[in-house]
């Protein structure tokens, strides 16, 4: 199953257009195995729509979606390929987690016994024949998962999975979605939560008003933008130390309280500098990289919501 390079979903110039709306517009990104992808946007961006176009739910004005090579409506026997969480999953109000998931696999001609070896990956064996209709949200959301995961799929894909879910839940379903992608499957998963996607993702693929922005591993997108590593440092002869640190090719900017912001550095480089040349500093703090300031500084002034 590990093909680490293998591009495991490949999307190519999709684009999908509503009578008043291009949702999509030209997108191209892939997706590998064995990593989870990060698939970001602000509001409004197209998200919801290329995920529900990569899985044949919506059909594309133009460009196409595959998975291993397959366009998702071509798959024989789909929920062994694909797993797909799109929303809290619903279920018979009256039904128990365990015959929902039954139910399931009977139409998909799976074992009746999968349905409890999901139900035990998710953490929901102990509550599996209580009705769904008592079901909290975070409980749901693991539902959800449960279902997806019945056909032992190679390609999991989530939209906003940590919806409702408390801090915990939140850390069960990143540990989850990592182990997944370790075991060399395809994880794509869309979030809001930025933080959150800086401790999950190693890919990222990042959107606005239905275009593509940037893809990559995370560190090469924090690199290249205002989320990478910083250095803050306060000296009382600034200038002097600014001079001293872009005679070294670094990048300083000043900030409105007057210390030092650098980039390309790290605290101790910072530091041997302003020692070398004979300059007091009075902080010198590292600012690890943020998704979040990167993600801003990519999408700003490009629509979101629309
Ligand atoms: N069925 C539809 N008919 C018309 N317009 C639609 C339809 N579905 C989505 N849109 C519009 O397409 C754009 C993209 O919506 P989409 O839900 O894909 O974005 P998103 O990135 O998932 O947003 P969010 O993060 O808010 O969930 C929005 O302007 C939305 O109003």
């Not at 799929?153 to 939209?159: F, Q, T, Y």
């Not at 906003?160 to 075991?183: C, H, Q, V, Y």
């Amino acid at each position: 199953m590990s093909r680490p390079d293998y591009a495991e979903i490949s999307v190519e110039h999709l684009t999908k257009q509503y009578a008043k709306v291009r949702a999509v517009d030209d997108l191209s990104f892939t997706v590998r195995s064995g990593r989870v992808t990060g698939f970001l946007g602000p509001n409004g961006a197209g998200k919801t729509t290329a995920l529900r176009m990569i899985l044949g739910l919506v059909t594309p004005t133009a460009g196409t979606a595959t998975i291993g090579g397959v366009r998702y409506v071509d798959l024989t026997d789909p929920i062994r390929h694909v797993g797909a969480v799109l929303e809290a999953s619903s279920a018979h109000r009256g039904r128990s987690a365990r015959n929902h998931l039954r139910v399931i696999c009977r139409a998909a001609g799976l074992p009746d016994q999968r349905a409890d070896e999901v139900l035990h990956m998710v953490g929901l064996n102990t509550v599996g024949t209580r009705k769904f209709k008592g079901y909290s949200l975070g409980m749901k959301q693991r539902l959800g998962i449960a279902a997806a995961m019945l056909g032992d799929p190679r390609v999991l894909i989530l939209d906003e999975p940590t919806n409702g879910l408390d801090p915990e839940g939140i850390r069960w379903m990143r540990d989850l979605l990592k182990a997944l992608a370790a075991e060399g499957r395809t994880v794509l998963v869309s979030s809001h939560l930025l933080g959150e996607m800086q401790l999950l993702a190693d890919d990222v693929v990042i959107i606005a008003a239905g275009r593509l922005i940037r893809q990559g591993p995370v560190d090469e997108v924090l690199g290249a933008t205002a989320g990478a590593a910083r250095v803050r440092v306060r000296a009382p002869e600034a200038d002097r130390l600014a001079t001293a640190l872009r005679d070294a090719h670094l990048e300083v900017a000043v900030s409105p309280d007057g210390s030092l912001q650098v980039t390309g550095a790290e605290p101790a480089r910072v530091g041997h500098l302003a020692f070398a040349a004979g300059i007091e500093l009075h902080e010198l703090t590292g600012e690890s990289a943020d998704l979040e300031r990167a993600f801003l500084e990519l999408t700003a002034g490009k629509a979101g919501a629309r």
